[in-house]
């Protein structure tokens, strides 16, 4: 498949801009064939106009037309085959059994938005009938459902390259709310986000969308994402990355003369808490199961285990040897580019420096120079210095972790207490542990999206149930998801009509439920028709 | 009832602060005792780290402990009688039919959202099972649901004492979800907020709350609010007011360390679209009912229409000589304030300077000087001169109206494409106005919380379907309702237990469904138990 490294204005190919970039394989710190043009001003403008235009002027879509698009975009990526994989390898360094379990991971979940929306009780349908024989004022018919927010921005995150990208989570969610989308493609894998952008095209042209339904823009600088978010057409954004990128997106949206939502999934260091019964039970098992959490996908997930809280003592000691003996019995990781292997090594010097930490173990043989490869790394240091240095509890992203030893239980709690906002938190408890896993519980519960009991934060299921989020800076609005159905609702507004003919209302809220949907009706949830 | 003018810290009565003020009755311009003391920052600050403790300390209540605390605030609030109308009335001019109707509906909001916690099934609960055995990983058990957000600080509004004020929709909604309130009550009515937070006081105290869970401070500065709204205890706000107001609101919170969502409902001129047919059909009894609306309660709601947009010709003019006849025929009106008089005399005198603005109607007696009374005014423009002129699309809060004649259909949509966010759209239309009425009703959808069909948008129903918000600036968050059940979930946000054993469950996500509410369930709504 032939790149051409342009921007998609709406169906338009557009390359006006002088600054090109090439990806580089990070494997081998080879660039990649072709260079990709930045968007200019005017080509990002356009963009979200024609999307505001497109909005403005779209028919009413059956929901039925929706989940087609969704379900087609998965196939248009299927249909594209081995190229996408090796392209995305390429440019990643991921390994293609996990690109191809985040290619099926993708697919799967525009299917799970396609049949949500062809369902269709997400919309939250609520009637309440009319009683004009009310005292001392009638009672009017109120009928409200969820209806699309507008263009919404997305920002391709640089570690997952299929299923937080161009066609991932953000854009699946967003376009099953109804609205157009305009990704702003990470500049890491940008061959794979054009590929990716072809197969939604198609898609488009095939359900009979405009093309101007979806965009897609290259860059490298910030300014680039900035003139989106700033564009009065967009409405929503939807990001996954570093803190600092997405703190910059929502102060510039906040600070618009019309301000807009921004769902920015950022940091986490996921504290894992061992308990003291856990560690007398099965230390050796737990320490197999974190090496392998911190490590897997070279310790790149924003659930990455970066954090671990222990009662000091016998087992924890014997925790920790078998802990370092995994680490130093592992080798390095190739990283997903220069710039996040420099972040990485920033961290750990830093961590390394401090005179209360101390670097237990390290993958033995020496990342290889010209492959992005790094360490992995784990540290120890005591509650009191962790307590008092706000550094250590900042996410390194990559395959390290911090294990933190308490004295007491109260010490314990006194440090999940200063703990800030987190996608989750872990508790491996023991029988004799109810009491400080309950008070641990009910700390973490007001600072986390998604408590573990058992098991390790990294893999997250994409269902109804899961929540991806947390409170800030884990995410920017801890009141929402970037992964599982729920994700439809950041994208979505509710509509109330008043008294209105029945021939004009939307389907999902005329007294006939043509789509059996789970309704409101005068405070009664039920799929039953409105009596006449 | 003696009234003290102190701050409720929790259930501390505090007046530490030097400044002080007096609510004045605005029929008769009189000060009324006694001096209320505006809060200081170290009470402010008190009363949110309170809450913050209280809510980090709090047991799990159940339920049913929540819906009698709402419940017994309702009841404390009647058991006021008629002093606490007497006194509304003094601070707020408004008759006493209209603040027993409020009481009413404070009451009935307070009981409506216990029923609602009762029942149960707001909190979207959500179970995906297990599968151990799936390929090529296991499935993890997953259960989502809301769960409190954290204190949250509301702000009373000026024009509704009770039901927008101390223990209003906001103060509702936050307690329901779970959450300590602390209220920053309106300084035009002090002693009602008093009334009231001792009412709240009591019902906490039978129902075993502890009494940090509810503050309220008073000011007359804005500051106050600031102060409230940087304190990291606080996690979301609640306001309905000014544009001015809610924005200095709105951007302290995006602004802070960890930004916090502000709902706060702010203004709108609530067009109202009178189309050809229905204009040749009833511009009389359109005339009658819209004059009607931009009169009741002196024009002081966030619903008020001000502004009707028509095709000019013989119904027009027809309707406008009928309109005029109605502002002549009717008096001034008492307004809550003189602050809120002031601003309405600055905003009439300025449509009024313009060349292009008619003064078509006003009331006929001069308003009495010392009563804070304003005339009502019905002013009439064009298309062109309105669409060129930003300032006519502004709120003039306010018992008046402003009609625009369009020379053609066109121009009433590109009109409508011009205007900025909004409560409500109203379309009055006749049988052969289908046509133009569908563009007009899509171009609003995008535009509008709510739409009618027929009738005025004053008056705003308590009910599962209503939607009271909108795109900004009607809003400061397009996504949610500050009236209606669906105000809830401004208060909550997900949190998801993975593998977690049964017994430590909240009763919610439990495999049986104890509490009989509505789950998804492996993507299934059902209120059935879940097979062990």
């Known amino acids: 498949m032939q790149l051409h490294g342009k921007n ?45 235009l497109a909005f403005q002027e779209r028919e009413t879509r059956s929901a039925e037309t929706t989940a087609e698009l969704l379900e087609h975009i998965a196939d248009e990526i299927d249909a594209i085959g081995q190229p996408l994989l090796d392209r995305a390898e390429a440019e990643t360094g991921l390994p293609q059994g996990r ?33 004009p024989r009310r005292r001392p004022l009638p009672k009017p018919d109120l009928r409200r459902m969820l209806i699309p927010i507008g263009p919404v921005a997305i920002f391709g995150a640089g570690n997952f390259p299929l299923a ?133 996908g070279c310790g790149q997930f924003c659930t ?28 390095p990781c190739t990283m997903l580019h220069g710039g996040i292997l420099e972040a990485y090594e920033v961290g750990i010097e830093d961590l390394s420096a401090k005179p209360s930490v101390e670097l237990l173990a390290h993958s033995a043989p020496e990342p290889a120079v010209g492959k992005t490869q790094a360490a992995t790394a784990l540290f120890v240091t005591d509650a009191e210095p962790f307590m008092n240095d706000a550094e250590m509890a900042e996410e390194v992203f990559g395959p390290s972790t911090l294990v933190v030893r308490c004295e007491t239980a109260e010490q314990m709690l006194e440090l999940a207490c200063g703990l800030a906002g987190q996608l989750t938190a872990t508790f491996h408890a023991g029988e004799a542990d109810r009491s400080l896993l309950d008070s641990l519980r009910t700390v973490m519960e007001a600072k986390a999206g998604r408590l573990l009991f058992g098991g390790f934060p990294t893999g997250v299921e994409v269902c109804a149930a899961m929540h991806h989020g947390g409170p800030y800076p884990a995410a920017s609005d801890p009141r929402s998801t970037s992964v599982g159905t729920a994700a439809v609702l950041r994208f979505a507004r509710p509509v109330c009509y008043q008294d209105w003919p029945q021939d004009q209302l939307p389907a999902e809220l005329q007294n006939h439920n043509s789509r059996g949907i789970m309704r409101q009706v005068d405070g009664v949830l039920t799929r039953e028709d409105v009596a006449d």
Not at 28 to 39: D, G, I, Q
Not at 112 to 118: K, P, Q
Not at 248 to 276: C, H, K, Q, W
Not at 304 to 331: K, Q, T, Y
Request: glycine fraction near 10%.
């Open 304 to 331: 990455n285990p970066g954090l671990v809280i222990a009662l000091a003592g016998d087992d924890l000691d014997r925790f920790l040897a078998r802990l370092s003996e995994c680490f130093a019995a592992g080798g």
């Open 8 to 52: 998609f204005i709406g169906g338009t190919l557009s390359a006006e801009g002088e600054n090109t970039f090439q990806a580089r394989n990070p494997a081998t710190c080879e660039p990649l064939e072709p260079r990709f043009h930045e968007a200019r001003a005017d080509e990002i403008n356009r963009a979200a106009e024609m999307a505001a």
């Open 99 to 131: 690109l191809k379990m985040e290619r099926g991971r993708t697919t799967g979940q525009l299917r799970m938005f396609a049949e949500l929306v062809r369902e269709g009780s997400w919309v939250d349908a609520r009637i309440d009938r009319a009683d």
């Open 164 to 296: 937080f990208s161009v066609a991932g989570g953000d854009t699946a969610s967003a376009l099953a709310a109804g609205n157009p989308v305009i990704v702003k493609a990470h500049p890491a894998h940008p061959g794979t986000s054009e590929m990716t952008a072809v197969a939604i095209q198609k898609a488009l042209a095939a359900t009979g969308y405009p093309d101007d339904w979806f965009s897609m823009v290259h860059g490298v600088q910030n300014e680039v994402g900035q003139i989106l978010v700033r564009h009065p057409g967009i409405q929503a954004v939807g990001f996954t990355g570093s803190l600092a990128g997405g703190r910059a997106l929502f102060d510039t949206a906040a600070s618009r003369e019309v301000p807009i939502p921004v769902y920015a999934e950022m940091g986490s260091v996921n504290p894992v808490f061992l308990l003291p019964g856990a560690l007398a039970e099965r230390a050796d098992e737990i320490a197999t199961g974190l090496h392998a959490s911190v490590t897997l």
